[in-house]
T-cell receptor
């Protein structure tokens, strides 16, 4: 298995809803990442988990809450989002810490729309 | 901080023509550089990477890139464009984050269109 799987592929939520995005990999990678990508923009880093511990939080608002229950699974819990949070949310993993030697493997993303 | 700059937000070529996508980096130390491709409504796929082993790097789908320290460049090329190459291409650098962590930072991207 050489994939990063993200679910759901599409999500529409209201500003008062609570929802979660899920990311799974079975490549034995020990670093996992959440990126946010707005239309026609590059991905922007949100969080980095290394060995299941949060190692980088890029000053993301608290309405986004990451969780890494085990080495294969990464969640992003969403609560009280704003319409400007609508974007493609990408999960990635890397074999080595920081992905310097082998790069990242990305999932196909969750397209989130906040109404 | 390290960064990459992609020259040209949109490049258009004819099928069969040379593809050249430009990327310049700024770094005071040897950089770790990458090219990723993103097809519509998909995630990013690694095309190739430079990790100081060789200056000419060959990647997937016939792409290659040459690291030129004197020009601080890492341009992506393909001798003959195919319709299936139409996509967004991102140059990226692995830079130090907070503490001793590293993170991948992307350039603004170049949209490649291929005309029949």
């Amino acid at each position: 298995d050489t994939e990063v799987t993200q679910t759901p592929k599409h999500l529409v939520m209201g500003m008062t809803n609570k929802k979660s995005l899920k990311c799974e990999q079975h490549m034995g990678h020990r670093a996992m990442y959440w990126y946010k990508q707005k239309a026609k923009k590059p991905p922007e880093l949100m969080f980095v988990y290394s060995y299941e511990k949060l190692s980088i939080n890029e000053s993301v608002p608290s309405r986004f809450s990451p969780e890494c229950p085990n080495s294969s699974l990464l969640n992003l819990h969403l609560h009280a989002l704003q319409p400007e949070d609508s974007a493609l949310y990408l999960c990635a993993s890397s074999q080595d810490w920081g992905g310097r030697a082998y790069g990242y493997t990305f999932g196909s993303g969750t397209r989130l729309t906040v109404v | 901080a390290q960064s990459v700059t992609q020259l040209g937000s949109h490049v258009s070529v004819s099928e069969g023509a040379l593809v050249l996508l430009r990327c310049n980096y700024s770094s005071s130390v040897p950089p770790y550089l990458f090219w990723y491709v993103q097809y519509p409504n998909q995630g990013l796929q690694l095309l190739l990477k430079y990790t100081s082993a060789a200056t000419l790097v060959k990647g997937i789908n016939g792409f290659e890139a040459e690291f030129k320290k004197s020009e601080t460049s890492f341009h992506l090329t393909k001798p003959s464009a195919h319709m299936s190459d139409a996509a967004e291409y991102f140059c990226a650098v692995s830079e130090a984050g907070r503490g001793s962590n590293y993170k991948l930072t992307f350039g603004k991207g170049t949209l490649l269109t291929v005309n029949p």
